[in-house]
């Protein structure tokens, strides 16, 4: 398990070190100069190239990725030269609505996708099953900031249950800042449970024709523990990489979901970045997301290890 | 005690729908096996042995159509409502799969696998459980079975698999095992350890058991009582001695005839039953095993015989024209 747990973690660095390389090049590849955007079109010849020198923007590229690189290693990775916040604090401070609100999303997700993928796997090919597998088709192509309009009608203008838009921090009243987080939540999860569900459904149809599960049945064991421990246990494994990949999805997802429902998370700091044309935030914002994304990624394959135990001896 | 019919197969036929057509698996089978006996069902691929032993266990797959009864101890198995089928199974009546590389599961412990059996069925607490399990570990040959509890079934062989299965079968000590072709897929040094352990384990607890298996050999020492199937049917019953002495039924002779013999030359081409079993979806008028068999005359193409007593009642086979009589003339 620990040698296992290394070489993974080796293959982890080129990966991370190439996020790096493309999210520099991106940035500096982006049509624009940031020696005029920063003083705008009054600028003259002499105070570009002054500014330019100070930020090094004269020096060849793959000299500023070192030097970017290297002090991103330091935890530096520059200051906005809008708010003159670093990037760093922008992120701390943002960070938390993001996960809280990809985390909530995900367990939504979760709760809706995994009980109906194991309701249609035991009725596979009734009247339920393909009603289900056709909503979740259909929800499949209904796009986020239609469900989050359509949520926000629902519950905020005609029931009135839930508040549109806002945000208190957790800390400060948990009961109201959960209030504020079901709509977005549920936004991202109603995109993520179809997939959810029809992977676990087909693997959950596999899996119940196995042996191990003719077995199961006549040890005379309670259906529940033959679905929920003989069956749901090997067919979780392509969800768990669905999980993991989704997280991207969710990531993307939060930009719109932040805007919508003016949720101070990672998401509208990139967009405002990205208004702002500020470059130093937006270059920053997109190492860190990168690199949880792939930390992330690099989790969820260890829970592989978890879920099976021949991947942990290195059987399979 | 040995008198009492404990399963009873009351003209039990198994229908599966297929895309070619309805599939007759199993075709009004009758059998009887008392407490504390031993039978062998014996017939090659496809002839419904597995469909019959999952019919019994009330396992045949969703779409299958299932006629007839099944009385296990009094009560129709067919009929059972589910959660008193469910406390029979694994309690009362247990099996043990072909293929111990698919029937464990892989992502569950061996002591999981032991114990959630004993505590649905015996109300047993952890440390108990435990302790049983250990102590069947130990009595299937299975070595330093404490440390085995926590081991996965990838980190076993294939026999020390099936060994498990056994385990988990005999668990609740049931009073019937099914062993569906329970050596087919091991290796054949560990065959023969295998089939003792069932063999002992029978005699020890006595339960009755049904072995389904293609080879006679299997059967030939360890049953009381064997049944032969042909084509969904059962073709031949005798108590197994007198099977192996005196068979009427010209399938038998040919299965037996097929089992390579270590006295046989070197390079002597073995004697197979030329041609394959009928299509089951589509019956034939006759005997099924009329355009195969070496003795059969114009009438076994136009009638089907039935399963008749010969000279004892014991002894059953369809056949018009049996081995042993005078009216067989080999073709």
């Given at each position: 398990?620990?040698?296992?747990?290394?070489?993974?973690?080796?293959?982890?660095?080129?990966?991370?070190?190439?996020?790096?390389?493309?999210?520099?090049?991106?940035?500096?590849?982006?049509?624009?100069?940031?020696?005029?955007?920063?003083?705008?079109?009054?600028?003259?010849?002499?105070?570009?190239?002054?500014?330019?020198?100070?930020?090094?923007?004269?020096?060849?590229?793959?000299?500023?990725?070192?030097?970017?690189?290297?002090?991103?290693?330091?935890?530096?990775?520059?200051?906005?030269?809008?708010?003159?916040?670093?990037?760093?604090?922008?992120?701390?401070?943002?960070?938390?609505?993001?996960?809280?609100?990809?985390?909530?999303?995900?367990?939504?997700?979760?709760?809706?996708?995994?009980?109906?993928?194991?309701?249609?796997?035991?009725?596979?090919?009734?009247?339920?099953?393909?009603?289900?597998?056709?909503?979740?088709?259909?929800?499949?192509?209904?796009?986020?900031?239609?469900?989050?309009?359509?949520l926000i009608?629902l519950f905020a203008?005609?029931l009135g249950w839930l508040p549109a838009?806002?945000?208190?921090?957790?800390?400060?009243?948990?009961?109201?800042?959960l209030r504020f987080m079901v709509l977005?939540?549920l936004?991202?999860?109603?995109?993520?449970?179809?997939?959810?569900?029809?992977?676990?459904?087909?693997?959950?149809?596999?899996?119940?024709?196995?042996?191990?599960?003719?077995?199961?049945?006549?040890?005379?064991?309670?259906?529940?523990?033959?679905?929920?421990?003989?069956?749901?246990?090997?067919?979780?494994?392509?969800?768990?990489?669905?999980?993991?990949?989704?997280?991207?999805?969710?990531?993307?997802?939060?930009?719109?979901?932040?805007?919508?429902?003016?949720?101070?998370?990672?998401?509208?700091?990139?967009?405002?970045?990205?208004?702002?044309?500020?470059?130093?935030?937006?270059?920053?914002?997109?190492?860190?997301?990168?690199?949880?994304?792939?930390?992330?990624?690099?989790?969820?394959?260890?829970?592989?290890?978890?879920?099976?135990?021949?991947?942990?001896?290195?059987?399979? | 005690?040995?008198?009492?019919?404990?399963?009873?197969?009351?003209?039990?036929?198994?229908?599966?729908?297929?895309?070619?057509?309805?599939?007759?698996?199993?075709?009004?089978?009758?059998?009887?096996?008392?407490?504390?006996?031993?039978?062998?069902?014996?017939?090659?691929?496809?002839?419904?042995?597995?469909?019959?032993?999952?019919?019994?266990?009330?396992?045949?797959?969703?779409?299958?159509?299932?006629?007839?009864?099944?009385?296990?101890?009094?009560?129709?198995?067919?009929?059972?409502?589910?959660?008193?089928?469910?406390?029979?199974?694994?309690?009362?009546?247990?099996?043990?799969?072909?293929?111990?590389?698919?029937?464990?599961?892989?992502?569950?412990?061996?002591?999981?696998?032991?114990?959630?059996?004993?505590?649905?069925?015996?109300?047993?607490?952890?440390?108990?459980?435990?302790?049983?399990?250990?102590?069947?570990?130990?009595?299937?040959?299975?070595?330093?079975?404490?440390?085995?509890?926590?081991?996965?079934?990838?980190?076993?062989?294939?026999?020390?698999?099936?060994?498990?299965?056994?385990?988990?079968?005999?668990?609740?000590?049931?009073?019937?095992?099914?062993?569906?072709?329970?050596?087919?897929?091991?290796?054949?040094?560990?065959?023969?350890?295998?089939?003792?352990?069932?063999?002992?384990?029978?005699?020890?607890?006595?339960?009755?058991?049904?072995?389904?298996?293609?080879?006679?050999?299997?059967?030939?020492?360890?049953?009381?009582?064997?049944?032969?199937?042909?084509?969904?049917?059962?073709?031949?019953?005798?108590?197994?001695?007198?099977?192996?002495?005196?068979?009427?039924?010209?399938?038998?002779?040919?299965?037996?005839?097929?089992?390579?013999?270590?006295?046989?030359?070197?390079?002597?081409?073995?004697?197979?039953?030329?041609?394959?079993?009928?299509?089951?979806?589509?019956?034939?008028?006759?005997?099924?095993?009329?355009?195969?068999?070496?003795?059969?005359?114009?009438?076994?193409?136009?009638?089907?015989?039935?399963?008749?007593?010969?000279?004892?009642?014991?002894?059953?086979?369809?056949?018009?024209?049996?081995?042993?009589?005078?009216?067989?003339?080999?073709?």
């Open positions: 398990m620990a040698f296992f747990l290394a070489r993974r973690l080796l293959y982890l660095l080129p990966v991370l070190l190439a996020v790096s390389l493309l999210t520099f090049l991106i940035a500096s590849l982006l049509p624009g100069d940031l020696a005029y955007t920063i003083l705008g079109d009054q600028a003259t010849p002499e105070n570009l190239a002054a500014l330019r020198r100070d930020m090094g923007l004269d020096q060849p590229i793959w000299w500023r990725y070192f030097g970017w690189l290297g002090n991103a290693l330091q935890g530096d990775l520059g200051r906005s030269f809008r708010t003159g916040q670093t990037v760093l604090q922008a992120v701390t401070e943002r960070l938390p609505v993001s996960l809280e609100l990809m985390l909530l999303a995900q367990i939504g997700a979760l709760a809706i996708g995994v009980p109906l993928a194991i309701a249609c796997a035991v009725r596979s090919g009734s009247a339920f099953d393909r009603f289900m597998t056709g909503s979740a088709f259909a929800m499949l192509s209904v796009p986020t900031f239609l469900s989050a309009i359509l009608y203008v005609e838009t806002g945000y208190v921090p957790f800390a400060e009243d948990p009961l109201a800042n977005p939540a936004t991202l999860a109603l995109a993520e449970w179809p997939g959810i569900m029809r992977i676990l459904r087909s693997d959950m149809i596999a899996t119940l024709q196995e042996d191990y599960i003719a077995m199961a049945r006549a040890k005379g064991l309670k259906a529940s523990r033959i679905l929920f421990v003989h069956a749901l246990k090997p067919s979780s494994l392509t969800l768990i990489t669905i999980t993991g990949i989704n997280i991207g999805r969710l990531i993307g997802g939060a930009l719109i979901v932040e805007t919508i429902f003016a949720l101070p998370g990672i998401g509208r700091l990139l967009v405002s970045a990205i208004l702002t044309r500020d470059l130093i935030i937006l270059q920053g914002v997109v190492l860190l997301v990168g690199c949880g994304f792939v930390i992330m990624n690099f989790i969820v394959d260890m829970l592989y290890a978890v879920l099976d135990p021949r991947i942990r001896h290195g059987h399979a | 005690m040995t008198d009492r019919v404990l399963l009873s197969i009351e003209n039990v036929a198994v229908d599966l729908p297929t895309p070619r057509g309805n599939l007759r698996a199993v075709d009004g089978v009758d059998l009887k096996l008392n407490a504390g006996r031993t039978l062998g069902i014996v017939g090659e691929s496809g002839c419904g042995k597995t469909m019959l032993s999952r019919a019994v266990l009330q396992l045949l797959p969703k779409k299958a159509m299932l006629s007839g009864r099944v009385m296990f101890d009094g009560k129709d198995l067919v009929t059972l409502d589910r959660e008193r089928l469910r406390k029979l199974r694994g309690r009362s009546l247990a099996v043990v799969f072909q293929d111990p590389m698919t029937s464990l599961n892989p992502v569950l412990t061996i002591g999981t696998q032991l114990i959630e059996t004993l505590q649905e069925h015996l109300e047993l607490d952890m440390a108990a459980a435990k302790r049983r399990s250990v102590e069947l570990l130990a009595a299937v040959g299975i070595p330093a079975p404490e440390q085995r509890l926590t081991q996965y079934p990838h980190q076993l062989s294939g026999g020390m698999r099936q060994r498990v299965a056994i385990a988990i079968a005999l668990s609740c000590e049931p009073e019937l095992l099914i062993a569906d072709e329970p050596t087919t897929a091991l290796d054949v040094t560990i065959q023969a350890q295998i089939l003792d352990l069932l063999a002992r384990e029978q005699r020890r607890r006595h339960m009755a058991m049904i072995i389904i298996t293609h080879d006679l050999g299997v059967v030939a020492g360890r049953t009381d009582e064997v049944a032969v199937m042909y084509a969904g049917r059962v073709v031949e019953r005798a108590p197994t001695q007198a099977l192996f002495k005196k068979m009427r039924m010209p399938y038998t002779e040919a299965l037996l005839a097929a089992i390579p013999k270590i006295d046989t030359a070197p390079h002597t081409v073995l004697p197979a039953i030329s041609g394959r079993p009928p299509d089951p979806t589509r019956p034939l008028k006759g005997c099924s095993f009329a355009p195969r068999c070496r003795y059969a005359l114009a009438g076994c193409h136009v009638e089907k015989p039935a399963l008749t007593a010969a000279e004892t009642p014991a002894h059953q086979f369809a056949c018009f024209y049996p081995i042993g009589t005078e009216a067989r003339v080999p073709a």
